[in-house]
């Protein structure tokens, strides 16, 4: 036998109704987090989608940077961007110091970067002149 038998079935009914309403806050309260969860990572996701076109700091140099940096680019992962650095280097050391890439469809030289990488990545290069000496800043 039980250890609390209800005697009422008054007290049974209302017991059982308390269990169902209990039970509707939880699921409301549950569906309100969610919400507020999807729309604070809808907000997150618009922000980091934003081009730095506005921001030159933002930007990245694919005549300069390193691979950690060229990997940030849309598309662009660790195989793409050490071909980049191959390249430039290659470049670079059979004409001297010289700029590589002077525009975003430069980029077309590297095997596995088409047109569609290229207009991906675009609003997030800068293309600076090299400086002289290795003791100039690069032209902004």
């Known amino acids: ?28 309260g549950l569906a309100i987090c969610l919400v507020l969860t999807l729309g604070f990572a809808g907000r997150m996701l618009e922000h980091t989608e934003d081009s730095p076109a506005s921001n030159l700091g933002e930007r990245i140099n694919p005549n300069e940077a390193p691979v950690a940096s060229l990997m940030r680019l849309p598309q662009i992962g660790a195989a793409r961007a050490r071909a980049i650095v191959a390249h430039r280097n290659r470049a670079g050391t059979s004409e001297g110091r010289v700029r590589v890439f002077r525009k975003a469809d430069d980029l077309r030289q590297i095997k596995g970067i088409g047109p569609a990488i290229v207009e991906d990545v675009r609003p997030w290069l800068r293309f600076d002149s090299l400086p002289r000496d290795g003791n100039e800043p690069p032209a902004r």
């Open 1 to 28: 036998m039980a250890e609390r038998e209800i005697a009422n079935p008054m007290e049974a009914g209302r017991s059982s109704a308390l269990r169902a309403v209990q039970s509707l806050a939880f699921l409301v």
